[in-house]
């Protein structure tokens, strides 16, 4: 036998023996061919275009028919770049890709002009910027990519970040691709989100495909299948306003996401890890257990135990907690109005008025700051504050009340949950957030529908979802699927708004309730407000953060007719699009039949 073939026999044997182990070993082997090589060069490859379609961008004026083909190639080239670009670095990749609005430095109080792909959108499509501005949001949006660049080149590839990066772009096809968020004046995300499924497609076949088809090659060719469907199904009808959303997620984005998981466990070489708002193992974005509610809990109190949920829910409803024995968490979250209360505002511990109305608690752990007005940044901070409140509980965090254990069980309780009964107040908190945190709700006829458990859906709920997601904009604000303002993929921060909530229901004089603006006491947030779920909305009248409006049509009303800037009101720092959006009476009827298909009170566990 002559040289050459003995060591084409040694190769072949050595790749025998690497593929084929069973043993831990094996499986690190099997690692280690996996080369993700090409997979961050597609990445580095995109991101350069990126840079030279930007530069060749800010060679035409901002109103030209050039300046249009040329942007609509930078944002597919970003597109392509953004799973591992934004991945990487999530602060650059949002504000590179991220809404056009200004913003506020902590450190500093500045006030920065609002930079990157959107605002250069609105400058083209929109018009009447100055050349000189334009040139500087092009310049600064390209320092922006040069940053994400050097990330991608900096940062080599490996499975952990492979399978990350690839969930959060696939939930950014849902959340904020055909729901016009990433493009809200182009409307060009439905045709990015083909882009997104053919980039996908393109890492995978050039990085784990192999390890698939030796395993499952049923599995492989399914995924290949469900991925053209999908891009078939855009291709057919990418006009943003009549785009079929409920359709598409349903029957062509969730077999995808269910493959991926397949495929991701199939292949073996990384295992979930519990720090990221996913669960990896959920099989769509729409399932009961889709997000992980560790992620969202605050440290000290993750993982707490049944006995911890059950003394909190005990204390939930414990009157004797106040201290004139007046107020407990329930009297305004009521479990049967969803946990709100059905008041224009709350009532304080006199049977006087509260501020502002009572939002649901059921979703609540899925936010990065409480109250309307987002001056707490925990569940348990916002809980302390309702203690430190004189209007409310009127006690002290640090002092233990022993009043309550004239009920004998809480001793036990107590000592069951922590160990002991405490000293201070901080363990009634902890008790508190732990029940509060189970109290989540993705059960309801939407959930069911969308997972396709139920066919049950009307036409106009259909129509509904679809204008909620496109046309009617509440999406853009409200997004998929929790419906708050807790900006994916990331979720690290809840969105806060300037919608401008008139006074009264006349929609003649604007509110004076300043909102968020208590914090810096800058302009930018006078009038500003967390943005709320949508879930349960049908059982959480009345509305708006003052309980100005009784009904679902006066809500849909006030947005229609462009919010506060639309019914005249001085708002220079409006968030929400000044706009009319047009929205016929049967368009409306159909968000609205839509909204009530998201009850979903979740059942007492314990």
């Known amino acids: ?24 070993e094996g499986k690190k082997a099997v690692t280690s061919i996996v080369n993700f090589d090409n997979v961050q060069g597609f990445y580095l490859k995109n991101i350069n275009e990126a840079l030279i379609y930007i530069d060749s961008l800010a060679m035409f004026p901002p109103e030209s028919k050039e300046a249009k083909s040329l942007f609509t190639e930078l944002r597919t080239a970003f597109k392509k770049a953004e799973p591992y670009a934004s991945y990487l670095n999530p602060e650059v990749g949002h504000r590179a890709n991220g809404p056009a609005l200004p913003i506020l430095t902590d450190d500093t109080q500045r006030v920065l002009e609002p930079i990157g ?5 609105e400058s083209i499509y929109d018009g009447g910027v100055a050349n000189d501005i334009y040139q500087e949001e092009i310049r600064l949006t390209k320092g922006l990519l040069f940053v994400l660049k050097k990330n991608i080149e900096n940062r080599k590839l490996n499975p952990q970040r492979f399978f990350i990066a690839t969930h959060q772009q696939l939930f950014r096809i849902i959340s904020l691709g055909v729901s016009g968020f990433d493009t809200p004046v182009s409307h060009l995300g439905i045709n990015e989100s083909s882009i997104s499924l053919e980039s996908l497609q393109f890492v995978y076949e050039n990085s784990i495909q192999s390890i698939i ?14 991925i053209s469907k999908a891009i078939s199904f855009i291709n057919k009808n990418n006009d943003f306003d009549t785009f079929d959303r409920y359709t598409f997620i349903r029957d062509y984005m969730n077999p995808i996401t269910r493959n991926w998981v397949a495929i991701r466990k199939e292949s073996d070489i990384w295992k979930p890890v519990n720090t990221t708002p996913f669960n990896f193992d959920a099989p769509t974005f729409f399932d009961k257990n889709s997000f992980n509610t560790t ?10 135990s049944t ?6 829910k005990k204390l939930f409803f414990d009157e004797k907690l106040s201290a004139n ?6 009297t305004c979250h009521q479990p049967d109005k969803a946990y709100s209360d059905g008041l224009v505002t709350s009532n304080d511990n006199t049977g006087n008025k509260l501020q502002r109305n009572t939002p649901t608690l059921i979703n609540t752990l899925f936010q990065q700051n409480f109250f309307l007005d987002g001056r707490s940044q925990t569940l348990n901070d916002q809980i ?7 209007q409310e509980f009127n006690t002290n965090v640090h002092q233990f009340s022993d009043k309550i254990l004239t009920d004998t069980t809480y001793v036990k309780l107590f000592k069951d949950a922590f160990g002991e009964v405490p000293k201070k107040n901080i363990e009634v908190i902890k008790a508190i957030s732990s029940y509060i945190s189970t109290l989540n709700g993705f059960d309801s006829k939407f959930d069911k529908n969308m997972r396709a458990e139920e066919n049950t859906f009307t036409d106009e709920e259909k129509l509904g979802v679809n204008l909620f997601m496109g046309k009617a904009l509440c999406a853009t604000c409200h997004f998929m699927p929790l419906t708050n303002g807790t900006v994916p993929p990331f979720f690290k921060e809840t969105e806060k708004e300037v919608i401008g909530v008139p006074e009264t229901a006349q929609n003649k004089k604007l509110d004076d309730d300043l909102g968020f603006y208590w914090r810096y006491k800058s302009d ?23 309980g100005v409006y009784e009904t679902l049509e006066q809500v849909l009303d006030f947005y229609n007719k462009g919010g506060g800037a639309g019914l005249g009101f001085e708002l220079p720092h409006q968030t929400l699009p000044f706009d009319n959006l047009e929205l016929t009476d049967k368009e409306q009827k159909a968000i609205i039949a839509y909204i009530k298909t998201l009850n979903d009170v979740p059942e007492d566990n314990y």
């Open 524 to 546: 930018l947030h006078y009038g500003m407000f967390k943005t709320p779920t949508v879930r349960n909305a049908d059982l959480t009248a009345p509305y708006m953060h003052n």
């Open 213 to 226: 088809k030796s395993k499952n090659e049923a599995l492989d060719l399914e995924f290949l299948k469900n």
């Open 1 to 24: 036998m002559s040289i050459k073939n003995i060591l084409n026999y040694s190769v072949l044997f050595f790749l025998i023996i690497i593929t084929s182990c069973k043993n831990k």
């Open 295 to 304: 992620f969202f809990t605050q440290p000290n109190n993750r993982n707490p």
């Open 307 to 312: 006995k911890q949920i059950e003394l909190g």
């Open 325 to 330: 024995n007046s107020m407990s968490c329930a």
């Open 384 to 390: 302390s504050s309702v203690f430190n409140n004189k």
């Open 117 to 121: 792909l959107q605002k250069i959108e």
